[in-house]
Nanobody, 113 residues
Framework: QVQLVESGGGLAQAGGSLRLSCAAS????????VEWFRQAPGKQREWVAT?????????RDSVKGRFTISRDNTKATIMVYLQMNSLEPEDTAVYFC?????WGQGTQVTVSS
């Protein structure tokens, strides 16, 4: 069974930075992609970034060059990070971690202009 706990959200000004963390436990996490999604008010949840078990990263176009996903597989609980730089008001959303279609509770990111 997979358990995911996100943290690190908060309020940032446009142009600022935040780092989100996802603590992922469960035997399947180490062997699977970990993804970040986000959902803005009144909008559908959208994919943001993926990191494979070996560290291959992929991003949606709107965050390329600004966001970086990484993972630390060295401990029993795998940590997956999303470093978000040059934040824009359009990045405001609840951010979720996902592994094998299991979701965390999300963490709110609010970017003021």
């Amino acid at each position: 069974q997979v358990q995911l706990v996100e943290s690190g959200g908060g309020l940032a000004q446009a142009g600022g930075s935040l780092r989100l963390s996802c603590a992922a436990s469960g035997s399947m996490v180490r062997l699977n992609n970990v993804e970040w999604f986000r959902q803005a008010p009144g909008k559908q949840r959208e994919w943001v970034a993926t990191i494979s078990p070996t560290g291959t990263e992929t991003y949606r176009d709107s965050v390329k060059g600004r966001f970086t996903i990484s993972r630390d597989n060295t401990k029993a609980t795998i940590m997956v990070y999303l470093q978000m730089n040059s934040l824009e008001p359009e990045d405001t959303a609840v951010y979720f971690c996902n592994v094998v279609n299991q979701w965390g509770q999300g963490t709110q990111v609010t970017v003021s202009s």
